[in-house]
């Protein structure tokens, strides 16, 4: 069983930019491919960035595509995601979650953190 645990999330003003963590424990991080989602009210979880166990692939939502990073070290058992340009439409709680594939789809994921809220403010 792996626990995932994130932080990082707050309130900001549009165009500015956090730093999302996920720290993992349980299971050694490499051997899972993580994501990072969100779900603001009365909406679906929606899928917003993945990586690959090794970090050498990586996939964004179109709605985040170069403003949103996800990254990871292993040897931190950490996995991130910057924002920059944040928009108040961002606002939403954010989850980062483990998979043993590398996928897009949230129903893949079997493991998740208990999210982290932000907020944008206009």
Do not use: H
């Not at 003003?13 to 491919?33: D, E, F, H, I, W």
């Not at 990072?36 to 009210?41: D, E, I, L, S, V």
């Not at 292993?74 to 709680?93: C, F, G, R, W």
Request: charged share 15%; aromatic share 10%.
């Amino acid at each position: 069983q792996v626990q995932l645990v994130e932080s990082g999330g707050g309130l900001v003003q549009a165009g500015g930019s956090l730093r999302l963590s996920c720290v993992v424990s349980g299971r050694t991080l490499n051997t899972y491919s993580m994501g990072w989602f969100r779900q603001a009210p009365g909406k679906e979880r929606e899928f917003l960035a993945a990586i690959a166990y090794s970090g050498s692939s990586t996939s964004y939502a179109d709605s985040v595509k170069g403003r949103f990073t996800i990254s990871r070290d292993n040897t931190k058992n950490t996995v991130y995601l910057q924002m920059n340009s944040l928009k108040p439409e961002d606002t939403a709680v954010y989850y980062c979650a483990a998979a043993r594939n590398f996928v897009v789809i949230v129903s893949a994921y079997d493991s998740w953190g208990q999210g982290t809220q932000v907020t944008v403010s206009s």
